[in-house]
């Protein structure tokens, strides 16, 4: 049971500002994110800590804690950090990024501050955050339509004070039962799954298992199964892909390992004769469950083993109970197939200081800025194309 805030009750706030602080939020971190408004699965600890561990290992926490003044419990977290980069000309500027992004490309994301508290809490957050470390822009990329953190970054500002473009995240709504959802579908997709499952099933040159991964000791062999699928469909699209380098392997296995044991992992594969013909990573968070990316094996391309396997983790989902299953950023037209809608998350970079102010605003210095900003759509694009290309 929550706390709600008395007319006299002012927050106290800390500044997290390095790795053993931010550890120390650990405990608490979930408990938050399940009594807040914020939903996604990429602000979970899980996910953020094991990022801290790999990929954001040279960026340094600029996370600001507020807590209740009477007992010391925590009302809301603005979960970021600060990014030492260098314009194109060698200009060096910070940037205040979320807990988590970068080359991991997390969606829906926000402050986490306590329901009732957030007429309270949000803007001395996202205030203190913006003071405290000094960026010079804010480049917030997933950041939630409709959040709190979009009423303050984006609402106040005019268009020429900041540069943001939509991000469509396609989600599909679930049905009690899967009849109820396949009678939804268009009749060519339903026609293609069970032609292909039948061809599978006549032709396979082994026996064919279709499982979700619960055991620690499966999810890296799993995790190994999917990177080499997943990167040697990308390459064949000169595409990065999720698995493109040392660092991007190691947080990944981290995270499946963290979100298997906090029970959100859904890592499912369809084996044929022993060996992984597919494998979907799927995240549950609260009643949705998030499609993160997937991989085949060309070998078997005739079989349909992508979409085999889509259909098998939607329908776990709809067993499972939940009410959401999350395509993520990309609206990629198969998505339509699976009977989507289309919401927006943004790509949002504000100026903060006057730096920042010049790389936006400035004749000279707006052009290296466009071709970052093009740089930041193609990575989106990569983003979504490795996470949810899964016409195979």
Not at 172 to 184: C, D, I, N, V
Not at 334 to 361: E, F, M, N, S
Request: proline share 8%; hydrophobic share 40%; charged share 25%.
């Amino acid at each position: 049971m929550s706390l709600r805030p008395a007319p006299a009750m002012i927050p106290y706030l800390e500044h997290i500002e390095d790795d053993e602080a931010l550890a120390a939020l650990g405990p608490e971190w979930d408990r938050l994110l399940a009594g807040s408004a914020a939903a996604s699965p990429f602000l979970t600890w899980a996910w953020v800590s094991a990022w801290k561990e790999t990929l954001g290992r040279e960026r340094p926490p600029a996370v600001v804690a507020a807590r209740h003044p009477a007992d010391g419990s925590l009302l809301g977290l603005a979960p970021f950090a600060l990014e030492e980069r260098r314009a194109p000309g060698g200009l060096p500027y910070r940037a205040l990024v979320f807990l988590g992004s970068g080359p991991a490309c997390p969606d829906h994301l926000d402050l986490m501050v306590l329901r009732g508290w957030e007429g309270v809490v949000a803007a001395p957050l996202w205030g203190a955050a913006l003071r405290r470390r000094r960026p010079d822009l804010a480049d917030l990329d997933g950041l939630s339509a409709g959040s709190l953190l979009e009423a303050l970054a984006l609402r106040r500002r005019s268009d020429r004070s900041r540069h943001a473009e939509p991000v469509p995240c396609p989600y599909l709504p679930l049905p009690p039962t899967w009849e109820e959802y396949e009678a939804g579908l268009g009749r060519n997709l339903r026609q293609n799954l069970r032609r292909y499952a039948r061809r599978l099933e006549e032709e396979a040159p082994g026996p064919i298992t279709r499982r979700l991964v619960v055991s620690p000791d499966e999810v890296d062999r799993t995790l190994d199964d999917l990177g080499r699928l997943h990167q040697q469909v990308r390459r064949a699209r000169g595409q990065a892909g999720a698995f493109r380098s040392p660092a991007m392997v190691a947080f990944h296995h981290l995270a499946a390992r963290r979100l298997l044991e906090a029970g959100r992992l859904r890592l499912h594969r369809l084996d044929v004769g022993g060996k992984a013909a597919a494998v979907i990573y799927c995240i549950r968070q609260g009643d949705v469950v998030s499609f993160y990316t997937t991989g085949y094996d060309p070998a078997f391309a005739r079989f349909g083993p992508g979409r085999d396997l889509m259909a098998h983790a939607i329908g776990a989902a709809i067993a499972e109970g939940a009410a959401e299953f999350d395509f993520l950023r990309g609206d990629e037209g198969y998505k339509d197939q699976w009977g989507t809608r289309v919401r927006h998350d943004w790509r949002a970079i504000l100026p903060i200081g006057p730096r920042g102010r010049l790389l936006l605003g400035g004749r000279r210095l707006l052009r290296p800025v466009r071709r970052a900003s093009a740089a930041l759509r193609s990575r989106n694009h990569q983003g979504s194309s490795r996470r949810t290309s899964a016409a195979g």
